[in-house]
């Protein structure tokens, strides 16, 4: 498979307008394969995104589209084995992380690209206070005392808006409710004031009126303290308020790249299509749901050609045999399809 | 907390009557006569006959007997031996060196086991994992006499690194191989348990979390992972304190220690039904009391659970 | 296997073995891509252990040995002795050696593997039989019937093994020596029993707890289906691989036990031939002539070792969590 093509376009890609390498982070060409007793799945096949301090990109995928996958060799907590980088670079202000000493990757944790997980309950360590898990990176980061430390996770506490934090801090996760467990875990990864912060699907665990708090108080922040953002997630209508621009994943690579009114308005791979459309709305009541037929691609044996092929309502015989590089269309946006420049064009 | 409290002890109660009872029974009322080879090759001297019988109330059945001794028991009345011996003092010379012996054994148990569990659950599948595997197999299969009666040989007789025996001292450094032998079974599961712990835990998500707090490894590993997987281990160890305490039998006997369990064996093999029950009921007490302790123990470990 | 990211990666639903999937369906056709059960799966991984290989082998040869002694040691006579021999070292007559009474220590290491094996497995059946039958019982039944049982199961939890062992043996094996062969093999049979039950009682329980509630036995329930049906056709099923896990440690266990109370002086006596009375009375000699001791003890452990070694090797080929 060579598909080298997607490297090349970084440097030319969608909002590469002029700043050569005054990039925050860019991942570039980035390729994973989870090797397990049963074979090889190539879980990420050159995937190249990139964010930038003050916005947000919205990384969108089914599960097991390797989206989370990224985030984890980002943060450097890919479990090896089964995962294995093969290939690509992943750089922090220019620098490659994936050639970084153990040391060097530790001090860019929590400082540099922080991460909120999915789960607040299981990624808080049930046995351990969430004031204790918070005060923690100020001693052991900073090297404050102990009196400090806790003042200045209570305040982070605050931050988060938790009534009543000073109170609060000696609680244990499991006395949190989900909405407060997963602001503690927000404040917890903004303790040390992080350039850029990684969202691995904030909210999916969250009934939906807290998601949308957690959403606003996330980008409050993330306006507030002009950090880069990538938020991962399933879930098109949690992007739309939030994102600046959007990449959609699909079988380890990215799909589509683009600005989400351009994206939402006139999507240029029929996978985003097909999510767009798979949005229950309000004005087709009635109607049957759209939705994407079949599953994912099976990460041991991808299909040649397009990954999506099988699944796709526009394939033609090329997409069963090459595989389509992520080129630009039009104005600051990319597509990895045959027939981009004609779902682009289409009135 | 409280409640709870006052319920496991209440629970305790019949489970202590029981144990105690099933070893009266065994030692004073299923032998038909109390006293056939109480007394060495002779038949007892009468006067001792009617002074046990008064005292053990041998002449009415097995109940009102086990309530009489259990009175006196309350009482701090241990009874005597045949010779006249206080079994109280029996108990309380010996308790102490069964007690030091369990100690060194625990600390053995604590660091190998620990040491090894942890360092294999880091770390699997290398030469170390294996060997430490290998070895957990062996000392779980061996039985306790054949440790240390070898280790006896091997060091004590043939390379004479150890003194055979036990002094009646009891120094801690004559401790450490009979320690090692009582407690060899446990210091592999200890070491498999801790393993499969710090194994399971290791993948878990707020390691993860951990990591990605820019925390320095040791303390990822030292303080976050250690201290959830130590909950199943220090458990283990507190219920092991409460067994081998009775399970030192075999170990005392090899190295002649004067202590709890030497005692109850030859109480055991010389008919002293009276210094058996005794010493029994102290162990048995000992047990049932170090299981309740584990178990508030696990909830001091382990903020998640709350006894109601 | 076990991670969750790649187990929803490489992985198209319903292809996971499943506790629940295996024995209770294992009869019916089914539908999915791989139609393998949680058995055929154990047994899968296990073909392919030395360890497993090399342990049940030994068992086999151990099981031969107890069934026809005169298979591996023709001729040998482990009982009578000639004092001419007392002591003898290992020679090509006699491989093992003579003991003091210059009987023939190679025969009796040999016929010596009856009285441990038979003791021993008598014992597992006994303590899977009742331990079973007790947790079944007041695990399915719950309320006030398994707090009673639980209580008695304490009551005998409470005591120490060994020191519990000593206690029985020593009441009823009395003062006489001239207890049969069989009654003292039955005494120490039955005070393994008495004290390990409760053990097996605590497993079954809880795994019929915590089977009693799944999906499956509720719908059998909820179909008709009476308590004998369910606890034989569902519950047993599924609670057979851990009782069959820790039976199989127990042999082991056990046999180390018999030799341990032979060793005491409070087990088997001679003139039965066995591992724990060959030790202990070799003891004394073992300046003098160590194969006296070495040799029982030898087999004693590799015994010890090739149950403990099958059992750890099924519990590994059956906790797919291992995999």
Partial sequence: ?347 | MGRYLLRRLLQLVPVFIGTTFLIYWLVWAVPGDPFAGKCGERRCPDQYIAFMTEKYHLDQNVFVQYFTYMKNLLQGDFGQTFSQREISDIILTSYPNTLKLAVVALAIEAVIGLGAGVLTGLRRNGFLDNLVLVSTLFLIALPVFVVGFVLQWLLGVQWGIIKPTVSSEMRWSELIVPGFVLGSASVAYIARVARTSIAENRRADYVRTAIAKGLPMRRVVGVHLLRNSLIPVVTLLGTDLGALMGGAIVTEGIFSINGIGRQVFRAIITKESATVVGIVVVLVLVYLLMNLLVDLLYAALDPRIRYE | MSDPSTASIVSTPGAHPTDSAAPATAGQPQSNEKPRGLLADAWRDLRRKPLFWISATLIVLFLLMAAFPALFAPGGDPETGALSRSLNKPSAEGWFGYDVQGRDVYARVIYGARASIQVAVLSVLGTLLIGGTMGIISGYRGGWVDALLSRIADVFFGLPFVLGAIVILTTFNGSGSGNSKNKIMGLVTASLIVLSWPVVMRLMRSSVLSTKEADYIVAARALGAGTGRIILKHLLPNCLAPLLVYGTIMVGSFIGAEATLSFLGVGLKSPVVSWGIMISDGQQFVRVAPGLVFFPAAFLVTAVLSFVMLGEAVREALDPKLR
């Fill in chain 1, 1 to 347: 498979m060579s598909d080298i093509l997607v490297s090349e376009q970084s440097a030319s890609g969608p909002g590469g307008s002029g700043r050569p390498s005054g990039r925050l982070l860019e991942v570039d060409d980035l390729r994973v394969e989870f090797r397990t007793r049963d074979g090889v799945a190539k879980v990420i096949n050159g995937v190249t995104y990139h964010v930038d301090a003050g916005e947000t990109l919205a990384v969108l995928g089914e599960s097991g589209s390797g989206k989370s996958v990224t985030a984890q060799t980002i943060m450097g907590i890919l479990d090896t084995p089964p995962g294995f980088v093969t290939g690509g670079q992943v750089r922090f202000h220019g620098k490659d992380m994936l050639r970084m000493s153990d040391e060097e990757r530790r001090r860019i944790r929590g400082e540099g690209i922080a991460m909120i997980f999915q789960d607040a309950l299981s990624a808080l360590n049930p046995v351990f206070t969430v004031g204790f898990q918070i005060a923690e990176q100020f001693r052991v980061r900073r090297g404050m005392g102990r009196a400090e430390a806790k003042k200045r996770a209570i305040d982070m506490l605050d931050q988060v808006k938790i009534p009543n934090a000073k109170g609060r801090f000696n609680n244990y996760p499991h006395q949190f409710s989900g909405g407060m467990r997963q602001r503690a875990m927000i404040a917890m990864s903004l303790a040390l004031d992080p350039e850029v912060l990684i969202a691995d699907e904030p909210t999916t665990a969250l009934d939906v009126t807290v998601q949308a708090q957690i959403m606003d108080l996330l980008a409050e922040l993330q306006r507030e303290r002009q950090m880069g953002m990538i938020l991962i997630t399933h879930d098109l209508g949690v992007v739309a308020d939030v994102a600046d621009r959007i990449a959609v994943m699909y079988a380890g690579r990215i799909v589509e790249e683009a600005d989400v009114y351009d994206l939402y308005a006139k999507p240029a791979h029929p996978y985003t299509m097909g999510l767009i459309e798979s949005i229950p709305r309000l004005d087709e009541k009635g109607q049957q749901l759209r939705t994407i037929k079949g599953l994912p691609p099976n990460l041991m044996n991808i299909p040649p050609g397009c990954p999506f092929n099988p699944r796709c309502p526009m394939a033609q015989p090329v997409c069963r045999e090459t595989i389509p590089p992520l080129l630009q269309v039009g104005n600051a946006r990319a597509s990895a399809c045959h027939f981009a420049e004609e779902l682009v064009n289409r009135v």
